[in-house]
């Protein structure tokens, strides 16, 4: 297994980036593809909504299931079955006949999905614990890019190729997702009956950092909140900063992105130095240096600005997933290593769909620049949250 890893490790990569991109990248048109599908104009922003935030709330509520069954029948024959439901109810996307289907398959697409929790179990378990660092880190560039050039990737195919081709463009991708999983990748997996499977309360009284894990799963609830919260007035606030509509969706677009490219940059190396210093380091930087990008991210008065801003934070995207991911390998026994991962993928889907609530809402009610500060006070709190469980990471032998 020792030799298989790497390889192991290239296919989830894939398999995580294109994942990621599917879920996302059908965030410019939804609201043009609702308007499509007939839906009557005074309800095509509350169907524009659902059907966005669908799919994080189902793959929420499903995650410690699969997570429970991964456990048991092995982590590659989940990664199977996400990609291929997910090449199911994404192609399907095409051929829905009116929202109701088009909100009915986007959340089965939620409730079969979880590649990603699995892949990173899986080579959570077979990195040598020296290199977990940088394998993981190195996975997390696949989904985080995915999510974030996601958008861009799919208002440019929409434009292309037609909304409903995008559809099946990306069921085609997650098929070759799938059949790359079930041919390359190799995993020695065990089934364990569910009478012998240890249970989630046996599991967390085994760990002696259940306070720790707790607080790195609100850390990732936060770190997607503050990724999302922007996303519902992003474009409108850069019209506002620029005045200017004709390429509006395209500087939206490339802002939006540009933070996906710096953590692909970034994830590999602070995952490798967070294996030499500590990941609990690394991970409060990535949070010190968020804040401190949100905070100004109120007062630019240029699109330019926002997107160098958006690029720096991309570094501090770079740091905390693979920390995070990290962290729990290092402090959760093998036999529940999916169930953990599953309910850390839980408050990560959770945060998706808290966050655009929150943008909204505080858009509102109080103008765009106000979004940013609220978000920088969320990730005020998750420092102190993180600064409180570094001493006790010190503590520990990780």
């Given amino acids: 297994m020792k030799i298989e890893w790497k390889k192991n490790l290239m296919v989830a990569w894939l398999g995580c980036f294109f994942t990621g991109a599917s879920i996302s990248l059908v965030m410019p048109f939804i609201p043009v ?58 192609g399907s996307l095409a051929f829905v006949p009116n929202v109701y289907w088009l909100l009915i398959m986007r959340f089965f697409n939620g409730v079969l999905s979880g590649y990603i929790p699995n892949a990173t179990a899986m080579i959570a378990s077979q990195a040598p614990r020296e290199k977990s660092g940088w394998a993981l880190g190195t996975l997390s560039t696949g989904a985080v890019a995915g999510n974030l050039i996601g958008p861009s990737m799919g208002g440019a195919l929409a434009q292309w190729f037609g909304m409903e081709n995008v559809f099946i463009i990306t069921g085609v991708v997650l098929l070759i997702t799938t059949l790359l999983t079930i041919f390359m990748v190799k995993e020695e997996f065990h089934p364990v009956e569910k009478s012998e499977m240890v249970s989630i309360k046996e599991l967390f009284s085994k760990m002696d950092n259940v306070s720790i894990l707790i607080g790195l799963f609100v850390t990732t609830l936060i770190l997607q909140l503050g990724v999302t919260s922007i996303s519902p007035i992003l474009t409108l606030y850069i019209r506002s900063l620029s005045g200017d509509s004709d390429n509006i969706l395209f500087v939206s677009g490339l802002i939006v992105s540009i933070a996906g490219v710096s953590a692909v940059i970034s994830s590999p190396t602070l995952g490798k130095l967070g294996d030499k210093i500590g990941n609990h380091k690394v991970l409060l ?65 959770f945060g998706q769909v808290l966050g655009p609530m929150v943008g909204s809402t505080v858009a509102h009610s109080m103008g765009y620049s106000s979004v940013f500060i609220v978000t920088s006070c969320f990730v005020l709190a998750n420092i102190l949250l993180s600064s409180f469980n570094f001493r006790k990471m010190m503590s520990s032998k990780f």
């Fill in 33 to 90: 593809y609702v308007e499509q599908l007939g839906t009557p104009k005074n309800q095509i922003e509350l169907f524009s909504g659902l059907a966005i935030s669908v799919t994080a709330f189902a793959a929420a509520i499903v995650a410690p299931i699969w997570g429970n069954l991964a456990d048991r029948k092995g982590r590659k024959i989940m990664m199977i079955r996400a990609a291929a439901g997910m090449t199911i109810t994404m």
């Fill in 285 to 349: 930087a990535g949070l010190v240096l968020s804040f401190f990008c949100f905070i100004p991210m109120a007062f630019v008065k240029t699109p330019f600005q926002l997107g160098v801003l958006r690029f720096i934070l991309g570094f501090s995207t770079g740091a905390l997933m693979p920390s995070i991911n990290t962290l729990i390998g290092k402090i959760t026994p093998e036999e529940g290593v999916s169930r953990i991962y599953s309910y850390n993928q839980m408050f990560s889907n």
